[in-house]
Each structure stands twice: as C-alpha cells, then as structure tokens.
C-alpha cells in the first residue's frame, strides 16, 4: 500500500489520521489523529498501524 504525505488513513485503533510526514515509506509516519473529544494527536506510527487509505491528498 502505498502512503504518501497528506493522505487520510484508518488506524487499528478505529481512529482516523492524516499523514503529516512520512519518516521512512513503508516502514515509519507521523500522524495527526483525530481524537473523539475534538481535539487532534501527533504521533509517530508503523505502517502495520495502519488499516487503509480512506483518501488520497487533494
């Protein structure tokens, strides 16, 4: 799958996120999550985290 800056992703976890940057392709990124309470969480996460792309950047 192939996961490029400022796509929309689902996670395992049921979140949705955006990439903010991709550190290694296929391997590392750093998300922003949208968190349920409003508010959005920047992370670092594996590409086993990750369910699918749910959109492609604009």
């Not at 976890?13 to 391997?27: Q, R």
């Amino acid at each position: 799958m192939k996961i490029e800056e400022f796509d929309k992703v689902l996670l395992k976890s049921g979140e949705k996120a955006y990439i903010a940057d991709v550190l290694k392709a296929g391997i590392a990124y750093v998300v922003d999550i949208d968190k349920d309470d409003g508010t959005i969480e920047t992370e670092i996460i594996e590409a086993k985290d990750i369910i699918e792309v749910i959109k492609k950047r604009d």
